[in-house]
């Protein structure tokens, strides 16, 4: 199976995701999900960085999944993670999490940059002003 994306911890309480370019599929995009959950296992206040670099444009189910996995885990979310930047260069998959924030609204402050810095001292801002 092709991840759909690499978790990194190096820089913890900044956890980056980065996605690998590999299509979504059922099993790959699942994994994806529950590794979300890592970073909250730590029960302590974090921030992530989804590396969209090298994202490629994830079909409507998949977007739907997001959403439902970002309503389902709305508290959890609220009592650890700061924040999330979102380094998207690209405008198509900017627009893919546009409609992903039209089906659930995002529970947590959020940042969209064109670049990788910015997204990253964003999410260093928002841990330690958190």
């Known amino acids: 199976m092709d991840l759909y994306a690499t978790f990194d911890f190096d820089a913890f309480p900044v956890v980056v995701v980065a996605f690998t370019g590999s299509q979504a599929t059922e099993e790959n995009f699942r994994q994806y999900l529950n590794d979300l959950y890592e970073a909250y296992d730590r029960a302590l206040p974090f921030a992530y960085l989804f590396d969209a670099q090298n994202a490629v444009l994830p079909g409507f189910k998949f977007q739907k999944m997001q959403a439902e996995w970002l309503k ?3 508290s959890l979310m609220k009592k650890h993670c700061q924040g999330t930047a979102y380094h998207i260069p690209n405008s198509i998959i900017r627009t893919a ?5 039209a089906l659930q609204k995002q529970p947590v402050p959020y940042k969209v940059a064109g670049d990788f810095q910015t997204a990253m001292q964003w999410c260093e801002d928002a ?3 958190g």
């Open 97 to 101: 999490l546009k409609g992903i924030f």
């Open 127 to 129: 841990v330690t002003s």
């Open 72 to 74: 389902a885990n709305e």
